[in-house]
């Protein structure tokens, strides 16, 4: 079971709110999805995401497949009751992590192979495989096989890419079918590097074999945001009206406003989780990094108006104290944080665009911001 549909759609802009159903629940878009890599949100668990707000997470095939294995996971009637998260669940293909963390990656028409980064064994992932190994996971929301390449790429490599993604996807297709059709939907993946005509060819050629969703991948590889903004502004219109749109592993909280603003559902990155783990906080007027000596005696919390735990209940002074002594509870509050403060964000242009305000949100968005720059430039001088 899985439907779209469009609830309000932004007259200024390209922004629209949706709703995603799925057989785990309801997702309202647009949305960001939390990124549990390894079947987990790192250091928090999947009650305190969903109190942060989370109703959908993302899990990462590649990981998973190497480590526990299908063979473990489906002891457990999948990924949902192995992990303890009764939401939604995305899964990647798994190509993303192959050419980015596995040794060896060698791409042929029948798929990719690549040696584990965990021993160093040898694996073979073909389209019909990450297809069987998503099903096993029993993820609601499931992505095809997709060359992904780095960032510069010339033309030809990334017409090679879009060409064998588009081979891979029709395979994908054909296996999903097979398969689980109906239980769980299948998004395309559009590549083509960053050359506007490419992506405009593999956005038709997925758009033939038809899928439930599409998501633009191959975005924020290392690219100018304004050239990643320039893919997205190009490739979002030539998708379908009707299908949730997802951009993959995109980015910082003005990124996504941006997206949002030209027609993007959904989100993941882990920008959220990873940072929080190096002490960078995001609040409303920036991000600020709790090791500063400066919130040494600072009682108040992260963000003054922030309802989520962490605001609630702690300090500055003490969240940095914890960062410094180098304390496990320190991740699980600069997380929390974090992720309430990524889902809140998407609240709110939601929010906005059901009341037809998107566009003056944008603006307060970013005249909080700039606020914060002039007030510490004032005190510089
Ligand atoms: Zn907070």
């Not at 997709?146 to 993604?165: H, M, N, V």
């Not at 979002?236 to 406003?257: A, C, S």
């Given at each position: 079971?899985?439907?779209?549909?469009?609830?309000?759609q932004?007259?200024?802009?390209?922004?629209?709110?949706g709703?995603?159903?799925?057989?785990?629940?309801?997702?309202?878009?647009?949305?960001?999805?939390?990124?549990?890599?390894?079947?987990?949100?790192?250091?928090?668990?999947?009650?305190?995401?969903?109190?942060?707000?989370?109703?959908?997470?993302?899990?990462?095939?590649?990981?998973?497949?190497?480590?526990?294995?299908?063979?473990?996971?489906?002891?457990?009637?999948?990924?949902?009751?192995?992990?303890?998260w009764?939401?939604?669940?995305?899964?990647?293909?798994?190509?993303?992590?192959?050419?980015?963390?596995?040794?060896?990656?060698?791409?042929?028409?029948?798929?990719?192979?690549?040696?584990?980064?965990?021993?160093?064994?040898?694996h073979?992932?073909?389209?019909?495989?990450?297809?069987?190994?998503?099903?096993?996971?029993?993820?609601?929301?499931?992505?095809?096989?997709?060359?992904?390449?780095?960032?510069?790429?010339?033309?030809?490599?990334?017409?090679?890419?879009?060409?064998?993604?588009?081979?891979?996807?029709?395979?994908?297709?054909?296996?999903?079918?097979?398969?689980?059709?109906?239980?769980?939907?299948?998004?395309?993946?559009?590549?083509?590097?960053?050359?506007?005509?490419?992506?405009?060819?593999?956005?038709?050629?997925?758009?033939?074999?038809?899928?439930?969703?599409?998501?633009?991948?191959?975005?924020?590889?290392?690219?100018?945001?304004?050239?990643?903004?320039?893919?997205?502004?190009?490739?979002?219109?030539?998708?379908?009206?009707?299908?949730?749109?997802?951009?993959?592993?995109?980015?910082t909280?003005e990124?996504?406003?941006?997206?949002?603003?030209?027609?993007?559902?959904?989100?993941?990155?882990?920008?959220?989780?990873?940072?929080?783990?190096?002490?960078?906080?995001?609040?409303?007027?920036?991000?600020?990094?709790?090791?500063?000596?400066?919130?040494?005696?600072?009682t108040?919390?992260?963000?003054?108006?922030?309802?989520?735990?962490?605001?609630?209940?702690?300090?500055?002074?003490?969240?940095?104290?914890?960062?410094?002594?180098?304390?496990?509870?320190?991740?699980?509050?600069?997380?929390?944080?974090?992720?309430?403060?990524?889902?809140?964000?998407?609240?709110?242009v939601?929010?906005?665009?059901?009341?037809?305000?998107?566009?003056?949100?944008?603006?307060?968005?970013?005249?909080?911001?700039?606020?914060?720059?002039?007030?510490?430039?004032?005190?510089?001088?």
């Amino acid at each position: 079971m899985f439907s779209f549909e469009l609830i309000a759609q932004s007259i200024e802009s390209r922004a629209r709110a949706g709703v995603i159903r799925t057989s785990h629940g309801v997702v309202e878009t647009p949305v960001f999805m939390p990124v549990g890599t390894r079947g987990s949100v790192k250091s928090v668990s999947p009650e305190e995401l969903l109190a942060a707000g989370a109703r959908i997470i993302l899990g990462n095939t590649y990981h998973l497949y190497l480590r526990p294995g299908c063979d473990v996971i489906s002891r457990f009637a999948g990924l949902h009751q192995f992990m303890h998260w009764d939401g939604p669940i995305l899964t990647d293909s798994g190509g993303f992590q192959v050419f980015s963390l596995a040794k060896l990656a060698k791409i042929s028409e029948e798929g990719v192979t690549f040696q584990s980064h965990l021993d160093g064994s040898s694996h073979l992932l073909t389209p019909g495989k990450v297809i069987d190994i998503q099903n096993c996971l029993g993820a609601d929301i499931i992505m095809c096989l997709d060359d992904c390449i780095q960032y510069p790429a010339t033309r030809e490599e990334s017409l090679a890419a879009l060409e064998i993604t588009t081979k891979w996807a029709q395979r994908c297709k054909q296996a999903w079918q097979e398969t689980k059709n109906g239980r769980n939907a299948l998004f395309g993946i559009v590549q083509g590097g960053m050359f506007r005509d490419l992506r405009e060819r593999s956005a038709e050629e997925l758009m033939k074999i038809d899928f439930p969703g599409y998501a633009v991948g191959g975005l924020s590889v290392g690219e100018p945001a304004e050239v990643m903004l320039e893919m997205a502004d190009d490739t979002l219109p030539n998708l379908p009206e009707t299908k949730p749109r997802y951009i993959m592993g995109v980015g910082t909280p003005e990124n996504l406003i941006e997206l949002v603003a030209l027609g993007t559902d959904m989100f993941d990155c882990v920008l959220p989780t990873r940072n929080a783990r190096n002490g960078q906080v995001f609040t409303q007027q920036g991000t600020l990094n709790i090791c500063n000596a400066k919130y040494r005696h600072d009682t108040g919390p992260l963000e003054p108006d922030c309802a989520c735990y962490t605001c609630q209940n702690y300090s500055r002074a003490y969240l940095r104290h914890l960062y410094m002594a180098k304390e496990l509870l320190a991740y699980r509050l600069n997380t929390l944080h974090n992720v309430y403060f990524f889902l809140n964000l998407m609240r709110q242009v939601r929010e906005a665009i059901v009341q037809d305000e998107f566009d003056r949100f944008r603006k307060q968005f970013y005249k909080r911001k700039s606020t914060k720059r002039r007030s510490s430039h004032e005190k510089k001088s």
